[in-house]
């Protein structure tokens, strides 16, 4: 090749290149401040006003983006608003929980076009399972007035490891029928779309970076709190997967040496003492040794597994064994957070999951204890706080996942 020909080849790779970098970042700049005219997003972005006008005009050709509104300067043309455009992409996120499946339609905005949640048993079978996909995407492309065609991919949060070479669900330890099951083949194979998984946790903590308490901070943690427990962390703006995806296990970090024995084989983690299941199990306990206890009384019957719900109720009741067994779920929980902090130094820490809904006992005593347990030098550059994004957050996260490589 002569020099003339590479110098011209290397310019327009170089150019494309930077052009591609420059439509990412103003679409970035619309995503997270909003509206603003062309003359706004020149000053935001530090572009000359025609490069802002040439990338403008291209997303306007790729429906990417759209005129809001119009306004009046007095002299020559009025000056247009510009908004991203919610039809260019929408994506449907599914959370696989142990206990529910929880789904969303979410558009190129961030808007959420629908939502729909259904209670499973654990340990579902999964052909059940692929069964009761099936039916949250139905009802969801029914809320939202859709079809199939008008969605672009689907992201899948799953409890558990996901294998970071073919995207596929490996190992759940707190549900061992979904271990090695191809999740991400069939649900491409029935839906003929890109199909994209990873942990729960961690795409709740995507969730929270890019719509919720998170997105304003740079190094944070999250912790999921449920059927498990896990954690996901932001770092210098980049969420942290590890070597092969797999961190963010702090629900397996050893806290009561001899402890109980946990699903991951070893005793005294965090999740064998208060992880929703380790909870039931120790207030079935309490329901078998007291009978006519409260918490027998609200869950019905003595033989039956308790849930969060009913421990929780019982112990607003005045049952003081289920109010200990909360009031110390939250002190084992709280070590892991206050050790995650020593560790990672976080601006922001956002407690999340369905385990502390309407939970109020458990997340006073989190609260309460990670400020005890945290060297005070460190507790206060973090920020403690709890996730708005509700039960939603890791089907969010999952719907997330499709939608940012159009930013990135």
């Not at 002299?75 to 789904?103: A, M, V, Y």
């Amino acid at each position: 090749m002569h020099i003339k020909d590479a110098k011209s080849k290397y310019s327009k790779s170089d150019q494309s290149f930077l052009r591609d970098f420059n439509t990412k970042k103003l679409l970035n700049i619309l995503r997270e401040r909003g509206p603003m005219s062309r003359v706004e997003l020149a000053e935001v972005s530090n572009l000359d006003k025609k490069t802002v006008t040439n990338i403008v005009n291209d997303m306007f050709a790729n429906n990417q983006v759209r005129v809001l509104a119009t306004e009046s300067t007095g002299l020559g043309r009025p000056k247009e608003i510009l908004s991203l455009n919610g039809e260019f992409s929408r994506c449907i996120g599914i959370d696989l929980g142990g206990t529910h499946i929880t789904g969303v339609i979410i558009d190129f905005t961030g808007n959420i076009l629908a939502s729909h949640s259904i209670d499973i048993h654990n340990n579902v079978e999964t052909d059940i399972l692929i069964q009761l996909c099936d039916l949250i995407i139905s009802q969801l492309l029914k809320k939202a007035e859709l079809s199939i065609d008008d969605i672009s991919e689907i992201g899948v949060a799953f409890q558990g490891h996901i294998d970071v070479e073919t995207g596929e669900a490996i190992l759940s330890e707190n549900v061992p029928n979904w271990n090695s099951v191809m999740f991400r083949t069939a649900l491409k194979e029935k839906y003929k779309k890109e199909i994209l998984m990873d942990d729960c946790s961690r795409l709740m903590t995507l969730a929270e970076l890019w719509h919720g308490e998170g997105r304003y901070s740079d190094n944070f943690i999250v912790f999921d709190l449920g059927l498990g427990i896990g954690c996901g962390m932001v770092i210098n703006g980049q969420i942290y997967a590890g070597s092969k995806g797999k961190s963010g296990e702090v629900g397996h970090t050893i806290v009561k040496v001899d402890g109980p024995e946990c699903t991951c084989g070893r005793r005294g983690c965090i999740e064998s003492l208060a992880s929703g299941w380790a909870l039931s199990k120790q207030a079935k306990m309490l329901a078998e040794k007291y009978p006519n206890g409260l918490l027998a009384e609200v869950t019905k019957n003595a033989y039956e597994t308790p849930s969060t719900k009913d421990i929780v109720l019982a112990a607003e009741l005045g049952d003081k064994e289920c109010y200990d067994l909360l009031v110390n779920a939250g002190k084992c929980i709280a070590i892991g957070i206050a050790n995650s902090i020593s560790l990672i130094n976080p601006s922001k820490v956002i407690i999340g999951g369905r385990l502390i809904k309407d939970n109020n006992i458990l997340l006073e005593s989190i609260i309460e204890n990670v400020k005890l347990q945290t060297i005070p030098e460190l507790y206060k550059d973090s920020i403690i706080t709890t996730s708005k994004l509700g039960s939603t957050a890791s089907a969010i996260g999952a719907a997330t996942l499709c939608l940012k490589k159009h930013y990135e």
